[in-house]
């Protein structure tokens, strides 16, 4: 799914040039794939769509026969995936939540609550009160869990394991396990544990990250002599961007799940990956507008850059990317071309930051021709600042729906 799929380089070759830069999702490529996790993964592990990763109507739409339910992050994207796949369960985390977002969630009919402190599990009781009286609750607090040693080390965004503002410390477990089981808050039901606590970890991390939370969380559960029913071990499957080819081995972690599960027949497993889903269905089309040398490189400027696609610059990698040469050359003025073998892809922003790629095999690289980046499913336009520079945004084109 790396080389634009036939669908894709079609489109990414019949467009005007005017109508570029345009993201280009194969939602059938999606769909093969979000099915092949499925199906890696054992029954009684439920899969949630982290929508922060890529919140399109057609996306989430597209993962509805997949996956259980969505995780949602914010106020803004509860309402939106609430439209974009009526029906469908929530699951609302984040930090920071506000009284307002609450209360909207209440109201759409959320029942389920990732608490981030004992001071959103309190306002959580009273705004339920207010809102949806005699409505019960499933809470899982977030916690911040130590690790096994090194097991984060690879992660590209830790966010547990050491000091963070995500979840709550485990040092203050056993107060909110007090909390919710005492009868303060007799709405609120401890269903269970959750611990999303880095981005960008193989099959074979993930699971010892995986265990290790389960282990803390029933330990946590027996000391209070509670019952949890879930354990939410988070997202974070990794992308390699240096090896686009490579996919996170999802039978290895399939398979390690199933075991966990079987060691604990009570209890439901959940995950709630963004990235290693969605990552690979997109593409971000573009055209060399300018091939100029400075200083003995080479650089090809293309239309748009990091405004729409800042995946590159903000993890600090070169976007894979192919060229899609174009014979036909419209101007009356001459056409200029790579002497090199190596060319770096610049955007159109007036920064050294605006790179996309850099040293990319592109000999004899030309103005007009096409270059699709890949992994541009994940983080990408949602991600970036597209009205730096003012440049017109890109179009949106859901192939294969
Ligand atoms: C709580 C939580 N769950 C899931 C995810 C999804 O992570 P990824 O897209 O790396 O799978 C994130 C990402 O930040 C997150 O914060």
């Not at 093969?32 to 890529?54: C, S």
């Not at 965004?157 to 808050?185: K, N, S």
């Not at 010892?208 to 389960?214: E, F, L």
Request: a negative charge.
């Amino acid at each position: 799914m790396t080389r634009p799929t036939p669908a894709v380089r079609e489109r990414a070759l019949s467009l005007p040039s005017t109508a570029l830069p345009a993201y280009l999702y194969d939602l059938a490529a999606l769909r093969e794939h979000a099915g092949a996790v499925r199906a890696a993964l054992p029954e009684r592990v439920e899969l949630y769509y982290a929508a922060k990763a890529n919140p399109d109507p057609e996306i989430l739409a597209a993962l509805a026969p997949f996956v259980d339910g969505y995780d949602v992050s914010s106020g803004g994207e509860l309402s939106h995936v609430h439209r974009a796949v009526p029906g469908r369960p929530l699951a609302f985390g984040g930090p920071g939540k506000t009284p307002g977002e609450i209360t909207t969630a209440l109201e759409l009919g959320v029942r389920r609550f990732h608490v981030e402190s004992a001071y959103e599990v309190r306002m959580l009781a009273v705004l339920a009160e207010r809102t949806v009286p005699g409505a019960r609750l499933a809470v899982l607090p977030r916690f911040n869990l130590p690790v096994p040693d090194g097991s984060l080390e690879k992660s590209a965004l830790a966010m547990g394991g050491r000091p963070t503002p995500f979840g709550i410390d485990p040092a203050e477990a056993d107060a909110v396990v007090r909390l919710l089981t005492d009868g303060t808050y007799p709405r609120l039901e401890l269903r269970g544990i959750h611990a999303h606590l880095a981005s960008g970890l193989e099959a074979d991390e993930q699971l010892a990250v995986a265990r290790s939370v389960v282990v803390w969380a029933t330990a946590l559960a027996d000391r209070h002599g509670v019952r949890l029913a879930e354990v939410n071990v988070g997202g974070g499957m990794a992308v390699d961007y240096t090896r686009p080819e490579t996919r996170f081995d999802w039978a290895a972690y399939g398979k390690g799940l199933g075991e966990l599960a079987d060691e604990r027949p009570e209890l439901t497993l959940r995950i709630e990956p963004g990235r290693a889903l969605t990552a690979y269905c997109g593409w971000y089309a573009t055209e060399v507008l300018d091939v100029k040398h400075s200083h003995g490189e080479e650089f090809a400027v293309v239309r748009g850059g990091t405004h729409h696609l800042r995946t590159p610059a903000t993890k600090g990698h070169d976007q894979p990317c192919s060229v899609l040469p174009v014979d036909d050359w419209p101007h009356p003025w001459p056409r200029p071309a790579a002497r090199g073998d190596v060319v770096t892809l610049a955007g159109q922003l007036c920064t050294p930051k605006d790179v996309l790629a850099r040293h990319v095999p592109a000999a004899g690289l030309r103005a007009g021709d096409r270059v699709a980046f890949s992994l541009a499913g994940a983080y990408a336009w949602n991600i970036s600042h597209h009205d730096f520079l003012m440049h017109p945004r890109p179009g949106f084109h859901y192939l294969g729906g």
